[in-house]
């Protein structure tokens, strides 16, 4: 009898989702009731990856006003069009493309999901954010729920926190602003507060030097998706992504879609048709290997 990723006794027949937690297809289906009641779990660890965000999202922001309520959605507790990372996802990139004990980089740390995750699973976890109340936030849950074996997060502009930082990781996992469709904050070196051409080049110099500390046979691991401008039109940012880690020397080696929750997309599908937008329901994960 063999053992899982997750410890469980399998045969030849067990079920994929028994194996390796979920089906390892290119499509990953957050919505499912496997997936779900796992993040429950994780949930209940008392993961609040929303404390300590401060986010003024385009989207919700014409709506807000529309409302006649405030475009800048300040507390503990944001809306359902800003992002929060799925703690099953995190699960699911550590247990299929680490090693045992291995050490994730996150140039991009935001909320404390996937440092937690990480702890909590035995890997070793180093994230930077440019707020230090962000940081803060992540550190008192970390203890919370981990004690003292808390990730390595860091406060400061990744592009300045990495040229100092020493050591390999055996993988880089992040969630990167969508441009300016979320803005946490106005400091100097917040990419999320750029114009887009901006954006792109200290982009692709975090990329490059996350990069150059992954360990050859290492995976980066980008969660994104497309970002609408001002006017309607998509910036690319999906395909600048891949530019970017081709850059660095990467070559995408999977991708795959995350189906998220329909949430609100049946009411905003509506008023988005009016103009002859679909309602975005994926993210795309793009996973590179360094030779």
Known sequence: ????????????????????????????????????????????????????RDATTWSMKDWADKKGQEGTLKGNKLPSDTSIFDPVLCELMYRWFLPEGGSILDP?????????????????????????????????????????????????????VLDTLDGEYDMIFSCPPYADLEVY???????????????????????????????????????????????GYYYGFVPDTYQCFKNAGLRLYNEAILSISLASAALRAVGNMKNKKLVKVHQNILIFKKP
Do not use: H
Not at 194 to 204: E, V
């Open 185 to 231: 904050s106005e400091l100097d070196g917040d990419i999320s507060n750029m114009p887009y051409p901006t954006f792109l080049t200290a982009y692709d110099s975090i990329i490059k030097k996350s990069c150059d500390k992954l360990k050859s046979g290492g995976y980066a691991i980008f969660v994104v998706g497309e970002v609408r401008d001002k006017k």
């Open 108 to 160: 991009f740390a935001g909320g404390s999901v996937r440092g937690i995750v990480a702890n909590y699973l035995g890997y070793k976890y180093t994230g930077i954010d440019i707020r230090k109340e962000q940081i803060d936030s992540n550190i008192e849950q970390g203890r919370s729920i981990l004690g003292e074996n808390i990730p390595n997060w860091i406060v400061g502009d990744s592009n300045r």
């Open 1 to 52: 009898m063999e053992v899982d990723l997750f410890g469980n006794e399998v045969s030849a027949k067990t079920d994929l989702k028994l194996i390796f937690g979920e089906n390892p297809f290119s499509i990953l289906d957050a919505k499912s009731g496997s997936w779900q009641a796992r993040k429950r779990k994780w949930l209940n660890l008392g993961i609040k990856s929303e404390v300590g």
